[in-house]
Nanobody, 118 residues
Framework: QVQLVESGGGLVQAGGSLRLSCTGP????????VGWFRQVPGKDREFVGV????????YYGDSVKGRFTISRDNAKNTVYLQMDNLRPDDTAVYYC???????????WGQGTQVTVSS
C-alpha cells in the first residue's frame, strides 16, 4: 500500500469547474488503474470514474457522464479529474485510489472536499 494525495478541492458555484489531482510517491500512479470515488456523510461511497494504467480507457459513473473527465500524465505521475458544470449534488469528499492489478483498490488518498453552492 502507498499513500496517495488528492488536491484541488474547494468551494465553487453551481455551473463552475474544478480540477482535482491525484499523485503518489515515486512513480506509483503509473503502476495501475486509478479510480475516483466520492462520499457524502451517511451515504455509501460512489464510483465516479476510472482510468486504466495506460490511460487508453476511461469509464464513468452515470451521474457524472458528460460532465467529468479523467486524464493522466504519467510523466508527472498524476491523474486528474476535471469536473465541469458542477451541481450542488456533486458536493462530497473525493478520493482517488490505485489498483496495481490485484483487482481491488489497495491504496487510497485522504480525500479532498468539494462543495458546490447553489
Amino acid at each position: 500500500q502507498v499513500q496517495l494525495v488528492e488536491s484541488g478541492g474547494g468551494l465553487v458555484q453551481a455551473g463552475g469547474s474544478l480540477r482535482l489531482s491525484c499523485t503518489g510517491p515515486g512513480r506509483t500512479i503509473n503502476g495501475g488503474s486509478v479510480g475516483w470515488f466520492r462520499q457524502v456523510p451517511g451515504k455509501d461511497r460512489e464510483f465516479v470514474g476510472v482510468t486504466t494504467k495506460s490511460g487508453g480507457s476511461t469509464y464513468y459513473g452515470d451521474s457524472v457522464k458528460g460532465r467529468f473527465t479523467i486524464s493522466r500524465d504519467n510523466a508527472k505521475n498524476t491523474v486528474y479529474l476535471q469536473m465541469d458544470n458542477l451541481r450542488p449534488d456533486d458536493t462530497a469528499v473525493y478520493y482517488c485510489a490505485l489498483d496495481r492489478g490485484s483487482g481491488y483498490y489497495e491504496s487510497w488518498g485522504q480525500g479532498t472536499q468539494v462543495t458546490v453552492s447553489s
